[in-house]
């Protein structure tokens, strides 16, 4: 069994690896939800679109679900205060997702062009809200949560919804909706042909640069944001209670780690080089390895954002020595180790059955396999 210590890392790790599964699977239906309305012109082309990822986007919510498990049962205090501070937005995010199920199911169900008009939109609205939000959440995160603790560790968030809007976190809002955009598009350009993946490509390689100048734009901004920096010892053994430490803000705190460790700045340029990669294999209708630069851009930008902040999770503006961090969130050493055995065993079972069902559903989606199959397609 792996020390305490050990196993708080492996599960910081492990939260990021549920990030970026999240980010590439759940990610690209979203950004093709998102492309929807713009790429297909008329029904036709739009239920090509919807049946790129119809028969499969349900099976990639496991990523998210299995994320948020995992940040309850291995990081609860961060579940408990993110989940209250993050209240209203959680709930944008939740109604915004009811769209998807029932606009993949019902929307090709009745033959009314305002029927599936108002469903294609509500599937925009569920593709494109949630990489929004999450975004903004990771922005407000850079710059620090107002919540602090009482004696009995009950934690009060004193911020609302509306101040989550900051300029910033927009930004990295619009980070998050490119990245995942230029995701879907990688991905719908592969499964489709023709028009459909022409407009796509123009689309998704807009997306592209879009990303990237954001990117680089939040992380020169970055440097004049107050970061957060632990003052005190840390006894990365202890038992978890986050008001033992020190915490100071300083101005470019966040970029200390990339000094103490350069390799880390291979991480945001994975970010910017494969999203312009991936636009130039896009020109070229290398469809597939555009998707994998696209995956690797993904990687780079939440790769990125974690690099900065560690060991900080969820730092805290109003009460800094209450910030959340991977040494003092956690679980238990038998809960983490419990968790730890059952990842070995499951995730690579995820991986299998998700590998096996879009192996099945290769190959191109065209307006000829929609007519064929027109009562049992999306």
């Known amino acids: 069994m792996f020390d305490y210590s050990t196993l708080k890392i492996i599960w910081w790790l492990l939260v990021g690896v549920l990030l970026v599964g999240f980010a590439i699977m759940d990610g690209h239906d979203m950004g093709v939800g998102t492309l929807l309305p713009f790429v ?7 239920r090509v679109v919807i049946n790129t990822v119809g028969p499969h986007w349900d099976g990639n919510q496991v990523w998210f679900i299995t ?4 940040i309850f049962a291995a990081w609860p205090l961060v579940y408990a205060t993110a989940f209250s501070g993050f209240y209203w937005a959680m709930l944008v995010v939740l109604w915004a997702l009811f769209f998807r199920p029932v606009g993949f199911d019902y929307r090709s169900k009745i033959h009314n062009s ?3 008009s108002t469903w294609d939109w509500g599937l925009f609205i569920g593709g494109s809200v949630p990489p929004l939000i999450f975004g903004v959440a990771f922005g407000n995160l850079l710059q620090g949560v107002p919540f602090a603790f009482d004696a009995y560790m009950v934690s009060t968030y004193s911020g609302s919804f509306w101040q989550l809007l900051n300029p910033f976190a927009l930004l990295a809002g619009v980070v998050s909706s490119a990245m995942v955009t230029l995701q879907g598009g990688t991905y719908l350009a592969h499964r489709t042909e023709g028009i459909i993946q022409a407009r796509t490509i123009r689309a998704a390689t807009g997306a592209a640069l879009l990303m990237v100048l954001a990117f680089v734009g939040a992380g020169f901004w970055l440097q004049s944001i107050d970061g957060y920096r632990i003052a005190s010892a840390i006894d990365a053994n202890a038992l978890p209670d986050p008001m033992t430490k020190t915490v100071v803000r300083e101005a470019g705190a966040w970029m200390a780690n990339y000094g103490k460790q350069p390799l880390l700045w291979l991480l945001p340029a994975l970010g910017i080089g494969c999203a312009l990669l991936a636009a130039m294999l896009l020109r070229l209708r290398w469809t597939l390895s555009a998707f994998v630069a696209s995956s690797l851009a993904v990687l780079g930008v939440i790769g990125t954002a974690g690099a900065s902040m560690f060991p900080f999770i969820m730092p805290s503006s109003s ?6 961090t ?3 969130s956690v679980s238990s050493h038998l809960t983490l ?18 590998s096996w069902a879009y192996r099945v559903m290769r190959g191109k989606v065209t307006a000829a396999y929609i007519r064929e199959h027109d009562h049992a397609a999306y």
């Open 337 to 354: 180790g419990i968790m730890f055995w059952a990842t070995l065993l499951f995730m690579p079972l995820i991986i299998l059955y998700t």
């Open 319 to 324: 009460m800094p020595a209450a910030s959340l």
């Open 114 to 116: 305002a029927w599936r």
């Open 326 to 328: 991977v040494w003092d």
């Open 67 to 70: 994320g948020g498990g995992a």
């Open 40 to 46: 297909g012109r008329n029904d036709l082309e739009r």
